[in-house]
């Protein structure tokens, strides 16, 4: 199994280090002149947390941590819409499959890390779930080429990538304010370094809520595959280590059901993706 590393919390101290099945090892300490898990990636350092960790006792138990996102201050988080063709069909709109990928900001207030509660806003009662494989950029780059663009992956997560559903139909051509509640979407548990294409290219993403499968689908029917969305983005803004790319959901988010079904307090949703991991969260409502 792959390196897991992580952001966390504990005994109200922030630090990073690896998750292993023995508990969490603290490695900040041994490399002051990181802050944080960000400024690992950017100096190319997973490689170093993962050959300190060898031997080394595990500093807390796991319940002794609270995971937070995994990278604290990305400089840029871009999510892509409807990637996937049954969730381009549930518009219904009567459009062909789109030739360029719809792309919207997020901030990183908007996510919280593994185990903690989504947020539901009282301004509405339309939390819904959208589970999504992301990608970490490790190294820059600019007008990538696509067979260029795994070179510049250093690691893996998932997302939780929760909306407030009536907020993205507040205005015609954007859905920024639906998308960027505090603590509305999750993000983790842990960074998976990226080796080589079979962690991506056919792996098996799936959403379950309470233990029932809403969805599920293959990264092999993307519309805009990794590689794509890698080349498309840089072409417009520089790619920067540490920058994340959140890949898109399947069909199945609560908004496409009759009536649909809104995420409520006590909900438990489940994101997981082959070789990544599990991204589990509650849900509350905010007081």
């Excluded at 101290?13 to 023995?22: A, I, K, L, P, V």
């Excluded at 996102?69 to 219904?92: Q, S, T």
């Excluded at 029917?221 to 920058?243: A, C, E, K, Q």
Aim: proline share 7%; charged share 25%; hydrophobic share 40%.
């Amino acid at each position: 199994m792959s390196a897991k590393f992580i952001s966390f919390t504990a005994q109200g101290r922030s630090s990073y280090g690896m998750w292993r099945d023995d508990g969490v090892v603290d490695l900040a300490a041994e490399f002051p002149h990181w802050p944080d898990l960000g400024a690992v990636v950017a100096s190319g350092g997973l490689k170093d947390l993962a050959k300190a960790a060898v031997g080394r006792e595990a500093s807390h138990p796991h319940d002794a941590v609270r995971l937070d996102i995994p990278l604290p201050r990305p400089e840029k988080i871009i999510c892509v819409g409807v990637n996937f063709p049954d969730r381009n069909a549930e518009y219904k709109d009567g459009q062909a499959q789109p030739t360029k990928p719809s792309l919207f900001i997020r901030f990183a207030r908007s996510f919280v890390g593994h185990e903690a509660n989504l947020v539901r806003p009282p301004e509405s009662e339309q939390l819904d779930y959208e589970g999504e494989i992301t990608i970490v950029i490790g190294k820059e780059g600019r007008r990538i080429a696509p067979e260029e663009a795994f070179g510049h992956i250093a690691a893996l997560t998932l997302c939780n990538e929760g909306t407030i559903r009536d907020w993205v139909r507040h205005a015609k051509f954007n859905v920024t304010q639906g998308k960027n509640w505090d603590r509305s979407g999750s993000m983790g548990p842990w960074l998976v370094p990226f080796t080589n294409a079979a962690q991506l290219d056919r792996i098996t993403l799936t959403t379950r809520v309470n233990g029932e499968v809403r969805q599920q689908d293959n990264t092999a029917n993307m519309m805009f595959d990794f590689r794509f969305i890698i080349s498309y983005v840089s072409t417009f803004t520089t790619l920067v280590p540490g920058d994340v790319i959140v890949c898109g959901t399947p069909t199945g988010a609560g908004a496409r059901f009759d009536p649909p079904i809104w995420l409520q307090p006590g909900d438990v949703i489940e994101v997981e993706a082959d070789g990544i991991g599990v991204l589990r969260n509650g849900v509350e409502d905010e007081v």
